[in-house]
């Protein structure tokens, strides 16, 4: 049996969807439940259901062997993983928005960015050169501005719509993140049977059908 | 920070004196170095990357000094000065704490480490290689570790001659190598496809195979270039020595390991452990190494982490009791 971690939140249905395409399920009464660990119908794996900052740490420490999870998370995370398969699921863009989109060239000292990447945020207005304060918020980024914490924030985008509805505008995409594999080192080899298997499973179901 | 005490502090001895007898009776000289010197030698051995992880600080004199993060760099300027009219192969092994700040993994952060090691220096080719995986395998052996471990082995020159092959400059050779160290096939097949637009899937699925014998031969199948193939028949007569000796079901060939360090010049090794999240070891061939130091000799080593190996040799015999 190999255990999974799946990002709870955001992503997790079109996770538990692909599953089931690639032959995996859960009984739904025990998804509903609120019961954190599941094994599946087969006995084959075992899934713990863990917010999604929290995957890359349960894999990287061997807890878990697998885990599904966004890039984003990936890359706030910097952990050392492996990530074989893109799932496509849960597509979005991570992106720099401000409620006046002159505020970057308008050079008026400083900015402000508030975000729950601070990583990316700070690895992407470094690589620019541009001197920026990082303000760490935990959601409800796109208050914010609003309310004069920051001058621009660096958020998720699926549908723009949460901008939209808050008075903010896109004046630049970082990069686009999707729902990633990601397995852990040690677990790739000394179980790779069983992984190598859901490794396959996922890739079939992603091909729909056809093997790559 | 880590305290021992007791019937934790035998285990861990009890592992180190198993690995060190090992050592001894493969003719292994213990040698011990300083734990501070000269934060140039790491730099110099290390790499500047590897070596601006120890810790450093300055003496009265202004002088640039490091706690070691390593025991090769030592072993490695000892062998081209002090050492340098002393008969070769030089055999050397060590139980010795290293110290660095930045985590390579999260899963394998101490500041502090107990390094089990050796290096084999002046001798090249097969017998040096074969000779450092047998001592590996040797010890894991003495762990009682049963069949859960697993060495996995490599030929970083199957890279190399790849990345020299698509004629790629050091950021684009950097990003090849994390795709393949990742296994992020996907995007190992988008970056390759403009070079290989025929056999780019297929060049991508290498970076995900492990196994035994194999995967040489799929590895064939799409790297043509004659650097790779010396290598990957490097790695092949290397194998057929292991599955004589009987050790095959130890050992995997795995092409994605493909490690950060660019000092390694051949073979790779790397350690896992069930119940260990990260490799509790590692090692391979680094030629380049004692010329950083004034005389350029094949070397091959390997290193085990002792506190992960206590951990997970402690964990199975409370978990058997």
């Not at chain 1, 395409?21 to 019961?35: M, P, Y």
């Not at chain 2, 706690?67 to 139980?95: E, G």
């Not at chain 2, 390094?115 to 762990?143: M, N, S, T």
Request: proline share 3%.
């Amino acid at each position: 049996m190999i255990t999974i971690a799946i990002a709870k939140g955001r992503m997790q249905d079109d996770a538990l969807a692909l599953l089931a395409r690639a032959g995996i399920r859960l009984r739904e009464e025990e998804v509903n439940s609120r019961r954190l660990a599941l094994t599946d119908e087969t006995g084959d794996y075992r899934f713990l259901f863990v917010k999604p900052g929290d995957v890359p740490v349960y894999v990287e420490h061997g807890i878990a062997d697998c885990g599904l999870v966004g890039r984003d998370v990936l890359l706030e995370s910097e952990a050392d993983l492996l990530l074989p398969l893109d799932l496509g699921i849960a597509r979005c863009r991570i992106v720099v928005a401000a409620a006046d989109p002159e505020v970057m060239t308008r050079g008026a000292g400083m900015l402000r960015v508030a975000t729950k990447y601070s990583q990316i945020a700070a690895a992407h207005f470094g690589a620019r050169g541009m001197p920026v304060e990082i303000i760490k918020l935990s959601g409800s980024v796109e208050l914010a501005p609003a309310l004069g914490l920051a001058d621009l924030i660096v958020d998720l985008v699926q549908s723009g719509r949460t901008l939209r509805e808050n008075g903010l505008t896109v004046v630049d995409e970082i990069t686009e993140s999707t729902g990633r594999l990601v397995v852990n080192r040690a677990s790739y080899q000394l179980k790779a049977q069983a992984v190598g298997q859901f490794v396959s499973a996922l890739r079939l179901a992603l091909n729909g059908g056809e093997a790559a | 920070m880590r305290y021992y005490i007791g019937a934790e502090a035998r285990l861990r001895r009890r592992i180190e004196d198993a690995a060190m007898s090992v050592f001894e009776t493969w003719s292994y000289e213990e040698v011990i170095t300083p734990s501070v010197d000269y934060y140039d030698l790491f730099e110099q051995g290390m790499g500047q990357t590897e070596a601006q992880r120890g810790f450093r600080f300055t003496d009265n004199d202004g002088r640039l000094l490091a706690l070691r993060p390593d025991v090769t760099s030592s072993v490695a300027r000892i062998a081209a000065t002090l050492l340098v009219d002393r008969p070769r192969p030089l055999r050397f092994c060590y139980a010795a704490p290293v110290f660095r700040q930045q985590p390579q993994s999260h899963a394998e952060w101490r500041r502090e480490n107990t390094q089990l090691g050796c290096e084999l220096i002046g001798v090249g080719g097969k017998p040096a290689d074969l000779e450092v995986l047998r001592l590996a395998a040797e010890i894991l052996r003495r762990l009682d570790l049963g069949s859960s471990y697993c060495l996995t082995i490599n030929n970083v020159e199957i890279f190399n001659g790849l990345a020299a092959e698509l004629d790629l400059d050091t950021p684009a050779r950097e990003q090849l190598r994390r795709l393949i160290d990742t296994r992020e096939t996907a995007e190992l097949h988008r970056f390759v496809r403009e070079f290989r637009p025929h056999d780019g899937r297929a060049f991508a699925q290498l970076a995900q195979l492990t196994g035994k014998r194999d995967v040489l031969q799929a590895a064939r199948d799409v790297i043509q270039n004659a650097r790779s193939l010396a290598a990957l028949n490097a790695l092949e007569e290397l194998w057929t020595e292991i599955e004589s000796l009987g050790l095959e079901n130890e050992f995997e060939i795995d092409l994605g390991d493909v490690p950060s360090l660019d000092y390694y010049t051949g073979l790779t090794l790397k350690v896992f452990v069930h119940g260990a999240g990260a490799n509790v070891g590692r090692g391979g061939r680094y030629d380049g190494l004692t010329g950083n130091f004034g005389r350029a000799e094949p070397a091959v080593g390997f290193v085990l982490n002792l506190d992960a190996l206590t951990e997970v040799v402690g964990r199975r015999m409370a978990q058997q009791s």
